[in-house]
């Protein structure tokens, strides 16, 4: 393992790439909040809390975002996806440990074809427990969420106790607000076909199993932590425009946050900081496998949101933007492998 101060250095370059604000979203004031709170690199912080996993541990991962369920439920966005394979993919890699990956019913065709483009094998619970025990496959577990508020609290206590999970991480995942409403970045309701997740998350905070949360519009799981600065600096964050009362701000908090331009940015920098931790380039997520993670969103159908069409843009930067932040989070780590 490269010594310390190295990675100290790493994870900071890795932040910086991952927060230049190429969306204009206000997300740099985010940044400095909750490198304030955590007192250092934020990518750095949840890659230790991914690797203190024990070996042959259990983590839950949710993504992924209905949009238009006004139209139909099925439709996805692509930042989220892509992102939370890549990190599932280095869980299973670093620590053999079983993810299972929570989204809608709706969406569950499309995550779990992201997730097998980055090399993870959809299997049943009892599957995955043979892979984990001869380390034979690299699998993923994929589990529908509840879509109610009432349904959802009931699958949190439910699925904790049946899971005992050993951390939860969440990316570009909406929670709610303070008055239970679920927000687009422009300030509308959105709840209607979207996974309760966050209910599940706030009771995983209060058991204290560790959280660590991506996020890159203040309005997901883990932006509780910096609701303040949501308020202040994000469009929308003090008064949405739904007419709720409450601004965009979800009010589900974790343990490390992590905030990028492109939550799926903020994912990739993960991965390469627990390849520079575990000395080990196969954790990366590379511009290659990015390439391949874009094509399988679109032939999902899972949607660049921002325009509102079956594209390789994600959050509205183009496919080269992706595989060259893959790229710069590789050579930025080159340094430790
Ligand atoms: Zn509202």
């Known amino acids: 393992m490269a010594d310390k101060d190295l990675i100290t250095r790493l994870d900071n370059r890795l932040d910086q790439l991952v927060n230049i604000d190429m969306g204009e979203r206000g997300v740099e004031h985010l940044y400095e909040a909750a490198r304030e709170l955590q007192g250092g690199a934020l990518v750095g912080a949840a890659a230790d809390a991914l690797m203190a996993v024990p070996e042959g541990g259990t983590v ?13 439920p099925d439709l996805g966005e692509n930042d989220g996806p892509s992102g939370a394979a890549a ?94 409403v679920y927000h687009s970045m422009k300030g509308i309701d959105y709840g209607m076909g979207r996974a309760r997740v966050d209910f599940l998350f706030d009771e995983a905070l209060a058991r204290g199993i560790p959280v660590v949360a991506v996020g890159d519009g203040g309005n997901e799981i883990g932006m509780g932590k910096v ?37 799926n940015w903020g994912c990739t920098a993960i991965a390469a900081a627990m390849a520079a931790r575990a000395d080990n380039a196969k954790l990366l997520h590379t511009p290659e496998r990015e390439a391949l993670l874009l094509d399988t969103m679109v032939a999902n159908g899972l949607i660049n949101s921002t325009h509102g069409i079956v594209d390789d843009s994600v959050d509205g930067f183009p496919r080269q933007s992706h595989l060259a932040v893959a790229e710069l989070c590789r050579t930025i780590v080159s340094r430790a492998l």
């Open 60 to 72: 839950i991962l949710t993504t992924g975002s209905v949009s238009r369920a006004w139209i139909t």
């Open 227 to 263: 609701a303040d600065h949501v308020k202040a600096y994000v469009p929308y964050g003090d008064t949405c425009q739904c007419g709720c009362g409450g601004g965009i701000g979800a009010v589900t908090s974790c343990d490390v946050l992590v905030t990028a331009a492109c939550s």
């Open 87 to 180: 990190v599932a993919r280095a869980l299973v890699l670093a620590r053999n440990a079983t993810c299972v990956m929570l989204c809608e019913e709706t969406l569950l065709p499309a995550i779990r074809s992201t997730c097998q483009a980055a090399g993870l094998f959809p299997v049943t619970l009892e599957q995955a427990a043979i892979a984990r025990a001869d380390k034979s496959l690299a699998t993923i577990v994929m589990l529908p969420y509840a879509t109610e508020d009432e349904a959802g609290r009931a699958q949190a206590v439910q699925m904790l106790d049946a899971l005992t999970p050993d951390l939860l991480f969440s990316t570009e995942r909406v929670g709610r607000n303070e008055h239970g």
